[in-house]
């Protein structure tokens, strides 16, 4: 921002290359000297997988930095605000109301418990139906949850689906419906893991993902990985139901007597003729 107008803007690009500071500096030109700099996170001001961008905030000559939150990762954790102290620009903290906390609940929670943020999301027939009775592709929920589901996927790093919803349904997986980078893929099945047991194989996944430094995982699941998830502890941080108005009659369910019980409704909506709710801790 310079005299009260938007001169660049900027997110952050896929895994190891520019992040959202970069960008929008490269955006602004020279006419980023003496300007704002608004981001979310904390400037990083460490070699990782880029250069730090302390470096080239400072080089650029902005004046100050207006950012949401501090970068939870040990290795900035305040140092990104003291180095752009010290080279003489102003930072100043952003009050939100919790909204940087929701943007990057994946990322921060990567950060304290070293591992993927997990969201399973399970859509149902009004009577509580997930697929047809011979798996046959059923579209259950309407366009602006088909939207919302895009948007999600926007937002993570891997979609996981199980073995039997690729043979029939055959997902593309991609976002489509509104703007946003497409998420890389998973099929979860036997045929591709080692082990003798479900929850062998499903945490053999997620220390690949976690090495792979992939904060957030979208579960996708039909009734088989929907019944296998719940009977694992803290397989999954937050569920999401949407239920549909529609009456099936007959078909696949799914059970969730092991549902967390240290989860709870955080929140329930309505996404245009679909009832959807969200639980979590």
Not at 64 to 89: M, T
């Amino acid at each position: 921002m310079k005299n009260g107008m938007v001169i660049g803007e900027g997110c952050t690009q896929e895994p190891g290359n520019a992040h959202a500071e970069i960008v929008a500096l490269k955006n602004s030109g020279e006419n980023a000297k003496d300007a704002d700099l608004y981001v979310t996170l904390e400037p990083c001001c460490h070699y990782g997988r880029t250069p730090p961008c302390t470096d080239k905030i400072i080089s650029a000559g902005i004046k100050r930095v207006f950012y949401g939150s501090l970068d939870p990762n040990p290795e900035v954790a305040g140092k990104g605000i003291e180095k752009l102290q010290e080279a003489g620009i102003e930072t100043v903290k952003e009050n939100l109301n919790g909204l940087i906390d929701n943007f990057y609940e994946s990322y921060f929670w990567f950060m304290k418990n070293k591992s993927p943020f997990v969201t399973l999301k399970i859509a149902q027939t009004m009577d509580g139906f997930i697929a047809n009775t011979d798996k046959s592709p059923l579209k259950i929920t309407g366009e602006k949850s088909r939207a919302e589901l895009h948007r999600l996927r926007s937002f993570c790093d891997t979609v996981v689906i199980g073995g039997g919803t690729f043979r029939t349904d055959k997902p593309q997986l991609t976002v489509r419906d509104v703007k946003g980078a497409n998420p890389q893929k998973f099929i979860f099945s036997k045929s591709n893991f080692k082990g003798d047991t479900f929850e062998e194989n499903w945490n053999s996944m997620m220390q690949n993902f976690k090495e792979k430094g992939m904060h957030h995982i979208l579960v996708e699941a039909g009734a088989t990985l929907a019944e296998n998830l719940f009977s694992i502890p803290n397989s999954f941080q937050k569920f999401l139901l949407w239920t549909s108005p529609m009456r099936l009659g007959n078909g696949l369910t799914y059970s969730a007597y092991n549902f967390p019980k240290n989860f709870e409704l955080k929140r329930s909506y309505m996404q245009g003729g679909d009832f959807c709710c969200e639980f979590s801790e």
